[in-house]
């Protein structure tokens, strides 16, 4: 059996899941302060201790970046000079954050161009300078990024070999090419964000670890990414910025998973905000170029979601608008329905004999037609919005807060299929190993497809997938005519199923 949590602002919500797929149990706590609080009582609610692992996905990490809260000041080391001089690292960051993060810049030789000569040699003796002074400073997380290192990441490598040897073990070490994509900045940014979240990240791993020793679970650990494969703990540590969007990745795996459709608009209400996406086989549509996160520009695989400010929790202004305002958790001590006195989304929904939640009586004069149709061509333009093409669609509505749809006009195929209030958590337990490459190849296409391939299956295996399992389910291809040799930029993802064998290895 597998447990799945994911940890959201509002609930914790955790499925249990046994070796056939069949949801065996489900519940829903609400999120502590701590975090693992919540789990503990997730994990206590389903009553299951003999689980052959745990999936957990959480919006701990972003969290910490929107506030601005426990992170850790970085040295972010810059390899590229004499070029690049112009934009410092942390130049594009909102002010309110890089008071918190930035710990130190620095500017040195290295990097590469765009087709893998070099821009200057790397200087060692400038290098231990630097760790000098970052030694100096007392920081001990450093995001050391170069130019086009996704072409050619000889650079940071040995950036990374003579940091590490200078500063000595308990720094934690951040690298672009293993973090982000082609685009200096917003790897860049990506790479800087994971370091000052490296501490945080320990932190957070032990908090579960320790949750799951009360719960008296002794079973492997795992954390969910961005992309809905699993990675874990001690990869965790090292990259948490790879769990970003775990929570809508997981909802939109989870809506699959329930629905049995592979191909489909995922509709996910929570108590704030719905979050809509596209699944392509199975797996979320990834968003193009670069993302936005607490305002930093960063360019790591995240799903391309659509949010819009419509959740259970909404607050309903006096002219029938649903949000963006939401009572969040105290929904249940704001709501007609529970004796408050704010007139919620979710009480449109009791008053219209959607819900059965708290007193109905305390909404029976209220007007919700209205109001939910509104709700309900508002969810429905965000869909649309989010469609490529003119094609039928079908949409799964899933979270707690997808009671406020009965219907959406255009859509015919809509659907909310069980358990649907805890996909995210089933989303977490069926999640697969994964592993991707996005790179440069030179060469005849055929043979460089093959070899990406055979690179990012074996990366998967690595990872923990059975062997034999692995598939490939997504291919790019873009090919780089300013570059000699037949160059071609070419990402490849594969996934397969987790061997709990392997990883007990």
Same mark, same amino acid.
């Given at each position: 059996m597998r447990i799945g949590i994911d940890v959201g602002g509002t609930n914790t919500d955790a499925a249990l899941i046994d070796d056939d797929g069949k949801v065996l149990a489900t519940v829903k706590s609400p999120t502590t302060h701590d975090v693992t609080g919540g789990v503990a009582a997730a994990l206590a609610g389903l009553g299951a201790t003999e689980v052959t692992a745990v999936m957990i996905g959480t919006t701990h990490f972003v969290n910490a970046l929107v506030e601005a809260a426990r992170l850790e000041p970085v040295a972010a080391v810059r390899l590229g000079l004499p070029a690049t001089a112009a934009l410092p690292p942390l130049v594009d960051w909102p002010v309110r954050l890089r008071e918190v993060v930035e710990g130190a810049t620095y500017l040195c030789h290295g990097g590469h161009e765009y087709d893998g000569a070099p821009i200057s040699d790397l200087d060692p003796g400038e290098l231990r300078k630097v760790a000098a002074d970052i030694r100096r400073r007392g920081l001990r997380s450093v995001a050391i990024s170069s130019v086009f290192s996704p072409v050619s990441a000889g650079s940071e490598v040995e950036a990374a070999k003579i940091l590490a040897a200078e500063l000595g073990p308990g720094v934690h070490l951040s690298v672009s090419s293993e973090i982000g994509r082609v685009g200096l900045l917003a790897r860049e940014n990506a790479t800087i964000v994971?370091?000052?979240?490296? !501490?945080?990240?320990? +932190?957070?791993?032990?908090a579960f670890g320790q949750a799951l020793r009360v719960a008296g679970i002794d079973a492997p650990l795992f954390l969910s990414q961005n992309d809905g494969t699993l990675m874990d703990v001690a990869h965790a540590r090292r990259y948490p910025v790879l769990t970003f969007a775990s929570g809508p990745t997981n909802s939109m795996r989870g809506a699959a998973y329930l629905s049995g459709l592979s191909d489909c608009a995922v509709v996910d209400i929570g108590g704030t905000t719905t979050d809509v996406g596209i699944l392509a086989g199975g797996f979320p549509r990834e968003a193009a170029g670069e993302a936005l996160?607490? *305002?930093?520009?960063?360019?790591?695989?995240?799903?391309?979601v659509l949010s819009i400010g419509i959740g259970g929790g909404s607050i309903i202004s006096s002219d029938g608008t649903a949000g963006p305002r939401s009572v969040g958790y105290r929904l249940t001590e704001q709501a007609l329905v529970f $004796?408050?006195?704010?007139l919620t989304a979710t009480d449109l929904a009791v008053a219209a004999g959607r819900a059965a939640i708290g007193d109905p009586g305390h909404v029976s004069e209220v007007s919700y037609a209205g109001p939910l149709k509104?709700?309900?061509?508002?969810v429905a333009e965000a869909v649309d919005r989010m469609r490529t093409s003119s094609a039928p669609l079908p949409v799964v509505l899933v979270g707690g807060g997808s009671i406020l749809i009965d219907t959406l006009p255009g859509f015919t195929d809509v659907r909310r299929p069980d358990h649907f209030e805890v996909a995210n958590a089933v989303g977490a337990a069926i999640a697969q190993?994964? $592993?991707?490459?996005? !790179?440069?190849?030179?060469?005849? +296409? #055929?043979?460089?497809?093959?070899?990406?391939?055979? *690179?990012?299956?074996?990366?998967?295996?690595?990872?923990?997938? !059975?062997?034999?399992?692995?598939?490939?389910?997504?291919? #790019?291809?873009?090919?780089?005519?300013?570059?000699?040799?037949?160059?071609? +930029?070419? +990402?490849?993802?594969?996934? $397969?199923?987790?061997?709990?064998?392997?990883?007990n290895a």
């Open positions: 994971n370091a000052a979240l490296s !501490r945080l990240a320990e +932190r957070t791993v032990e996160v607490a *305002e930093v520009r960063t360019n790591f695989r995240i799903p391309d $004796g408050g006195s704010t509104d709700i309900e061509a508002r190993v994964g $592993g991707e490459v996005d !790179r440069v190849f030179s060469g005849p +296409r #055929e043979a460089v497809l093959q070899e990406a391939k055979d *690179e990012a299956t074996g990366r998967a295996e690595r990872a923990g997938a !059975r062997t034999g399992s692995v598939r490939i389910v997504d291919v #790019e291809e873009i090919p780089l005519a300013y570059l000699p040799g037949d160059a071609t +930029r070419i +990402r490849v993802k594969a996934v $397969g199923d987790l061997d709990l064998e392997k990883i």
